[in-house]
């Protein structure tokens, strides 16, 4: 319009097939009313690359190549260090489904530096055990001592 640029999308499907819903979307990205709508499209486009890296390393964990995915998941932290969550619920998995909590605790040690943000990430341990989201018995418990004493 002759306002000039502010707003932007992107949106990138999965090449139709069997087995791929219609609906099924890998970026689906809108900025509005921006004065760099470009520029932040390309951060929220950094960001979501991230996430879908830390959830392959995901897969990659639970069918046991641990190696490769430690290795995205370091990557995934990399690319965008903003976003704490990445790292919690890769900490989060190796507590519970990789049954190492001495490099979770490393891991979430290395990524909440800050009081506050321990606590309330701590807390969420907590209310995710209690939701019944986290799979092995007393893992949450183990994590939550290993993580106060270090």
């Known amino acids: ?70 290795r995205l998941w370091e990557d995934a932290r990399a690319l965008a260090p903003e976003l704490e969550e990445i790292a919690f619920w890769q900490a989060l998995t190796l507590a519970d489904g990789g049954n190492d909590v001495t490099a979770a605790a490393a891991l979430f040690n290395a990524t909440f530096t800050s009081r506050d943000d321990r606590d309330q990430w701590i807390m969420l341990i907590d209310r995710l055990e209690a939701a019944r989201l986290i799979q092995r018995e007393g893992a949450a418990a183990t994590f939550i001592d290993a993580l106060r004493t270090s």
Do not use: C, H
């Open 1 to 70: 319009d002759i306002r000039g640029k502010q707003s932007a999308a992107l949106a990138v499907v999965p090449p139709g097939g069997e087995g791929v819903p219609e609906w099924a979307t890998v970026y689906d990205l809108r900025v509005d009313e921006s004065d760099n709508p470009l520029d932040e499209l390309a951060r929220l486009v950094r960001l979501r690359q991230a996430k879908l890296m830390s959830d392959q390393g995901e897969l990659l964990f639970q069918q046991g190549n641990k190696t490769e995915a430690q």
